[in-house]
């Protein structure tokens, strides 16, 4: 049996509880939390079901295929909160799930009626003591084989970049603190210095209470986990720099003109994904498409080109294509390469990854001019940088009563104008 204290400071308990070495700073967000995947699934051998909850189905997803994770002798992935009657004891049960109350109480109230014949199982982030007592008190069957902690607790988006998902942090302003948003915003940032290694020196806005509330729960937790980021000092820390969005209101308002941040903005990027079901005459598998810059090398050498730079790599690509099969038709616009791609269906199955972005263009091209995009952001820029108040005025106003100026986009004008002129 369990001790009623199943924790690292307690003894030895009835499973192994243990801290993850951290991955190497320099990989990047989306090779540390694969690594941290692939050793979840590869520490235990055998036939085993990999468990997710919704939150790391999104975070396995984005640096991992289901094919990848298959090859680790994974019989099959599951939801956790999916219902089961059926059962399968030789099988194991690895758990990849973040260290919430309602994931603990999920994990417990399998251990009661085990459907699998172990249990391993990886948090996502720092498990507390009443969590790990409570799988202990729970396992009466005693099936449970490992408990570990992974720090892979955030959407790796390019090596530099990571999201932890939550839609806005508007509810930690004003009275109403909604805990729920607070707690995962400090658990993110925590999970991103534990795997990428950082103890680091914290610096936030002094004008914010956000922003001092979130620096003191990081500050107070790497002081409470000093074990755990007991890294290797350095002369010159690290600094984890934490501003508030409020600070600049104009540049989210702003239309955004290189790749990712243009698929983003006018079509939307949900975890690695974009759907494209809703353009004019898609085919079936352009309808939702992958743009990952581990598995796409086109996607990953143009993310942050802006879109004219990009056109002309995608013409090169076509061109290039062309040549090897002597092709005649001439090709001047993206319509054309749209058209060039549809006409040659082996062309789209050896170059994928092309005809997709060739359908990305052609689609945010097609959103550029039905919305009139071009003219828009000059105004933008022109509100945003200049100081001629008179000009900026009747340029909005004449966008104002252009029907083919999408609602959006002319509110964002009108906020524009309202921050950049408050004082007039």
């Not at 990849?96 to 109230?109: G, S």
């Not at 839609?167 to 210095?193: C, E, M, N, Y």
Request: net charge negative; hydrophobic share 40%; with cysteine.
């Amino acid at each position: 049996r369990l001790p009623s204290c199943a924790h690292r400071d307690c003894g030895r308990p009835g499973f192994p509880f243990r801290r993850a070495r951290t991955p190497n700073m320099d990989k990047g967000t989306a090779k540390t939390v694969r690594d941290y995947v692939t050793r979840v699934v590869t520490s235990v051998s055998g036939m085993k079901t990999l468990v997710l909850d919704r939150e790391t189905t999104a975070i396995v997803s984005m640096v991992c295929t289901q094919s990848q994770i298959l090859q680790h002798e994974v019989f099959l992935i599951d939801v956790l909160d999916s219902p089961h009657t059926d059962r399968m004891p030789h099988l194991k049960a690895v758990y990849f799930v973040r260290p919430t109350t309602e994931n603990v109480k999920q994990i417990c109230d399998a251990l009661r009626d085990p459907r699998y014949g172990e249990y391993h199982i990886f948090f996502t982030n720092i498990a507390t003591e009443k969590m790990i007592n409570a799988l202990a008190e729970a396992d009466h069957h005693e099936v449970i084989q490992q408990v570990q902690e992974m720090y892979g607790d955030y959407l790796a988006i390019n090596p530099e970049l990571f999201s932890l998902g939550v839609p806005s942090v508007a509810g930690l302003r004003g009275s109403k603190h909604d805990q729920a948003i607070f707690d995962r915003t400090w658990q993110g940032v925590a999970a991103i210095l534990l795997s990428m290694k950082i103890k680091p020196a914290i610096r936030y806005q002094s004008n914010s209470l956000a922003c001092e509330k979130l620096a003191a729960k990081v500050a107070g937790t790497i002081e409470h986990e000093a074990e755990l980021f007991a890294f290797r000092s350095r002369e010159l820390p690290p600094l984890l720099l934490i501003v508030d969005r409020c600070e600049d209101g104009v540049t989210p308002l702003l239309n955004q003109w290189t790749y990712q941040a243009m698929v983003h903005e006018l079509m939307g990027i949900s975890n690695s994904r974009v759907d494209m079901s809703g353009a004019p005459g898609v085919k079936d598998e352009m309808k939702e498409v992958v743009l990952s810059l581990d598995s796409d090398p086109f996607y990953a050498q143009n993310v942050f080109l802006n879109f004219g730079d990009l056109g002309a790599n995608v013409k090169t690509m076509v061109d290039e294509y062309q040549a090897k099969t002597h092709s005649t038709r001439k090709i001047d616009s993206i319509a054309d390469m749209q058209a060039f791609v549809e006409n040659y269906p082996e062309f789209r199955k050896m170059s994928g990854n092309v005809s997709k972005h060739v359908a990305l263009m052609s689609e945010l091209s097609r959103i550029v001019d039905a919305r009139q995009l071009m003219e828009v952001s000059q105004v933008e820029q022109e509100l945003a940088c200049n100081e001629d108040h008179a000009s900026a005025v009747q340029e909005v106003i004449n966008l104002l009563s252009n029907r083919a100026v999408a609602p959006n986009d002319k509110l964002r004008l009108v906020l524009l104008y309202a921050l950049r002129d408050e004082q007039n």
